[in-house]
């Protein structure tokens, strides 16, 4: 069974930064491209980033270009993102999902939020 | 970036209806769209791929269609369960985009 279980949210300030981590299993982490999606309260989905599955290859909106960085561990089967300079309008519950035939599987999310 | 126009915003059907969800691309993306449906305090589950390619284990009453830059899910004889937010990605080139959703509530 394929998991996906995102940790490491939290509250943060703003300006400051946070990683997340995405502990993957139940399939061969090595061989698939993985992303994070965001989803602010109450609103609609957001791509946040994406990384192939050697880790050669990184793909960000410009939302968040020059800020975030995707990572991968692929000996730890672990996915991260290192969110820097973070701002009140990156609060959001994040995602971790598997890039199969589309962005099939997903954790269950992890709740960052930027306040003061 | 390609944007995803998706409608209606809400909708509201009786058990037993069929529904459909559109979701309209600013161009051509190939068939690389994506439904999910989500469900309050859920991360969003995988329907549908490549517009019409159900996922293993999603019930035969939901199908995906389209081409070009229109797609639309159709939800045949509404069950209770399908009460949800259900959003289209299209995963054709970066940024990836999502529709802003639809709310299905069923009467």
């Known amino acids: 069974e394929v998991q996906l279980v995102e940790s490491g949210g939290g509250l943060v300030q703003p300006g400051r930064s946070l990683k997340l981590s995405c502990a993957a299993s139940?399939?061969?982490?090595?061989?698939?491209?993985m992303a994070w999606v965001r989803q602010a309260p109450k609103k609609g989905l957001e791509w946040v980033a994406s990384?192939?599955?050697?880790?050669?290859?990184?793909y960000y909106p410009d939302s968040v270009k020059g800020r975030f960085t995707i990572s991968r561990d692929n000996a730890k089967s672990t996915l991260y993102l290192q969110m820097d300079s973070l701002r009140s309008e990156d609060t959001a519950s994040y995602y971790c999902?598997?890039?199969?035939?589309?962005?099939?599987?997903w954790g269950q999310g992890v709740m960052v939020t930027v306040s003061s | 970036d390609i944007q995803m126009t998706q409608s209606p915003a809400s909708l509201s059907a009786s058990l037993g209806e069929t529904v459909s969800i559109e979701c309209l691309a600013s161009?051509?993306?190939?068939?690389?769209l994506a439904w999910y449906q989500q469900k309050p305090g859920k991360s969003p589950q995988f329907l549908i791929y490549?517009?019409?390619s159900l996922q293993d284990g999603v019930p035969s009453r939901f199908s995906g269609s389209g081409s070009g830059t229109q797609y639309s899910l159709k939800i045949n004889s509404l069950e209770s369960e399908d009460a949800a937010t259900y959003f289209c990605?299209?995963?054709?080139?970066?940024?990836?985009?999502f529709g802003a959703g639809t709310k299905l509530e069923l009467k």
């Open positions: 990384i192939s599955s050697g880790g050669g290859g990184t």
């Open positions: 999902a598997r890039h199969g035939d589309t962005l099939d599987y």
């Open positions: 161009e051509d993306i190939y068939n690389n």
């Open positions: 139940g399939f061969t982490f090595s061989s698939f491209p």
């Open positions: 990605l299209q995963d054709s080139e970066y940024p990836y985009t």
């Open positions: 490549y517009a019409s």
